[in-house]
């Protein structure tokens, strides 16, 4: 059998406006396509034959085996989330694989950012407290230098809140942390649990504009040492105490609030029970906890796949709950749900400067960090921002009282504004 030029290979399963250029030397696609794809090797092939979808893509990609320009990585994504990418019948895929020759169903071995996939066999998903803090460290323990680069000076790794549509990213934060601030009803004096605090941000914030006592926790090394340091040159050692320690080690307990912001999303939806148990316990009488959250749209739509892009690349063992299943594993908990917000579309405009910073930072990012680690994060933010402006993912805001005999000790009507 003659073999098929291994670009018009790919542009038959493709099936997007893209100029190939490959390995032997072949050419498809519009000429004056804006977006070229060079293939390098047949271990691109190999890739994207071994792991149909977005995976194999995304393996040849990180590997450097496949090149793609023409295009930032939001237009790119959007270009390939347009097509029907790979939508052949089965004998037209074993037809184009018989004419690329056997090179292409050879095994090639992942690229080294990503989780093996021992890691997603049956019985592994307990999120055991070693297991979830060495997933908590592939995400978060890369570059703090990096993470400067990509959040900006905030070190906020959560949606921010846009007050208005032109704010910039970092009022957007500011505006964040305040709101949930505020949503607490934070006052002088008072004791603030922040669970998975990140880089302490919101931990300065309540300690410098409402007098508060925070112990704040981080499964992330590198991130409490980080905030660590910026609470000393704040001048707030004696009010904020950042931690390198899991939230179910925290032995403090009457705390009159707690903040959990971008944390449930590691704790797994089999520990949900356990993790608003945990802090429900941790209140006083009429004390307020906030949680904030990315999930799914419904309890109904797919769930992160164990096997794909995200858990192997970005967030192992990471599970989205639906809003609702948050709802009632507080309410089984003892909480009362006093308001619940949608930020949906601010978390597409923050992740738009998120992309936007990257891009910014690129060739030193690629220096910081590698070129598999920076096109890791450059499609992840991408396709997350992707995500959040087609609803197919949300991010809520729940704010809950352990109200105590009827008494919930919040104000008649909402207090904290826009």
Not at 278 to 288: C, I, V
Request: hydrophobic share 40%; proline share 5%; glycine share 8%.
């Amino acid at each position: 059998m003659n073999r098929m030029p291994v670009a018009d290979a790919l542009a038959q399963v493709l099936q997007a406006p893209i100029r190939f250029h490959a390995y032997d030397g072949s050419t498809a696609g519009p000429a004056d396509a804006a977006i070229t794809a060079e293939v390098k090797s047949s271990k691109a092939l190999a890739y994207m034959v071994s792991a149909p979808g977005e995976l194999g893509l995304a393996r040849a990609y990180v590997s450097g085996e496949l090149d793609i320009s023409g295009a930032d990585h939001y237009t790119l994504l959007r270009t390939f989330a347009k097509q029907k990418i790979g939508d052949l019948t089965w004998a037209q895929r074993v037809s184009v694989l018989r004419s690329l020759g056997p090179e292409v169903l050879q095994w090639v071995e992942p690229p080294p950012q990503e989780v093996g996939a021992k890691r997603y066999l049956s019985g592994l998903r307990a999120h055991s407290k070693n297991r979830d803090a060495a997933a908590i460290s592939h995400h978060y323990d890369v570059s703090n230098t990096f993470y400067e680069w990509v959040l900006g000076p905030s070190m906020a790794y959560t949606c921010a809140v846009f007050p208005t549509e032109d704010a910039t990213l970092e009022q957007a934060q500011e505006e964040k942390f305040d709101l949930v601030c505020r949503k607490l009803g934070l006052e002088p004096g008072m004791r603030l649990l922040d669970v998975g605090c990140g880089w302490g941000g919101m931990a300065v914030h309540a300690a410098r504009n409402y007098g508060v006592d925070v112990i704040a926790v981080t499964l992330s090394r590198q991130q409490a040492e980080w905030g660590q340091k910026s609470v000393a040159e704040a001048g707030l050692s004696d009010h904020v105490d950042i931690r390198f320690q899991d939230y179910r080690d925290v032995p403090e307990g009457g705390f009159d609030r707690i903040s959990s912001i971008g944390l449930t999303e590691h704790i797994g939806i089999a520990q949900l029970p356990s993790y608003a148990h945990r802090l429900a316990s941790k209140l006083k009488p009429q004390g307020r906890l906030l949680n904030h959250c990315i999930t799914r749209p419904d309890d109904h739509s797919a769930p992160i796949s164990p096997r794909g892009f995200i858990a192997r690349y970005v967030f192992p063992d990471g599970e989205l709950p639906g809003v609702g299943k948050l709802v009632r594993e507080f309410q089984r908990a003892g909480l009362e749900v006093q308001h619940e917000e949608n930020l949906r579309v601010h978390y597409a405009k923050t992740l738009t400067a998120w992309c936007d910073n990257l891009d910014a930072h690129w060739d030193e990012a690629l220096r910081e960090v590698g070129q598999g680690t920076a096109r890791v994060w450059a499609t992840y933010l991408a396709g997350s921002r992707i995500g959040f402006e087609r609803n197919e993912i949300q991010l809520h805001q729940l704010l809950l009282t352990r109200t105590t005999d009827g008494v919930s000790g919040m104000p008649l009507r909402p207090t904290w504004g826009s």
